[in-house]
Structure formats: structure tokens, C-alpha cells
């Protein structure tokens, strides 16, 4: 079973990563960016095919080593 | 508006990170894990309100800068 995990920088944490794409995007001409947040896309493959128990699974992977949730948010899709 | 890219890996390109990942989430004990990849996620804000010039720009920025498309896929999504 596939499972889109999105980790997400919270509102208010700083993002250089961002910063530096927004700024590239303008030096490359594009106007009217304004703003730019990067955050992380996992696709777990796991073998459990009960989508509950996937989802269980993967937001505990999440709680536990996927995402850093004092700044981090996070969601779980079945794919 | 509000436009999500999604910028993962080609089948075939190997993911160093993908795999660390894996074996992470092995070693603290999640089992049948069978695959992992690692992608970006990059949410932009931009000025424009039209949605079809909104994607068309953020297909140039995927290719001018945000995709690497020698080893890199990409998905655009107006939300």
C-alpha cells in the first residue's frame, strides 16, 4: 500500500529554503512571487494493505522520526 | 494564489535519502516497510488571480528552477 506523507514547516518558522527560491525566482525574472515555503514529500510503500492499520502506521512514523512536530506539521494520504 | 508543486524522483534515479529513511524506520522497529522516496514539496504564493496564467507560470519556474527534469518529475496544483 502507498502512502503520501507531506511535512510541513508550522506558520511563523522560519524557511531559508524558501527564502532562497524566492529570491532565485526573482533574479530569474519572475514577478509577483510572494512567498515561498519548501517542505518534504514521503511516499512510504508498506506492506500492510488494512488502510486503517497503514494509516496508524504511518502517523506513528511521523510522530517518531518523520517529522520534527515542534515545528513541523504533517499529513497522511492513502495513495 | 495559492500553488503546489510536487517535485519527486524518476523510477530509476536512486534516493540515498529515501533509503536512509528506510532503514531508520527499520531500526526502530517499523516492519514491512518496502520503499521510500523522498521528494519536495514547495508551496508558492503568488500575485497573479488568473488561474491558467498562475500555471503556466509555475510550469516555467518548475523548469527554469524548481525541477531538476534530467532526474526529476513534477506535478503543479492550482489550491
Not at 524566492?22 to 515561498?36: I, K, P, Q, T, W
Not at 510522530?63 to 506539521?73: D, F, G, S
Amino acid at each position: 500500500m502507498k502512502i503520501i506523507v507531506k511535512v510541513t514547516l508550522k506558520n511563523g518558522v522560519l524557511d531559508p529554503q524558501g527564502k532562497a527560491i524566492r529570491r532565485a525566482l526573482a533574479s530569474l525574472g519572475f514577478e509577483g512571487v510572494e512567498d515561498v515555503r519548501q517542505g518534504k514529500l514521503i511516499e512510504l510503500d508498506i506492506a500492510e494493505t488494512d488502510p486503517e492499520k497503514a494509516r496508524a502506521a504511518a502517523l506513528d512514523m511521523c510522530e517518531k522520526l518523520l517529522a520534527n512536530t515542534v515545528i513541523e506539521n504533517y499529513t497522511v494520504e492513502l495513495a
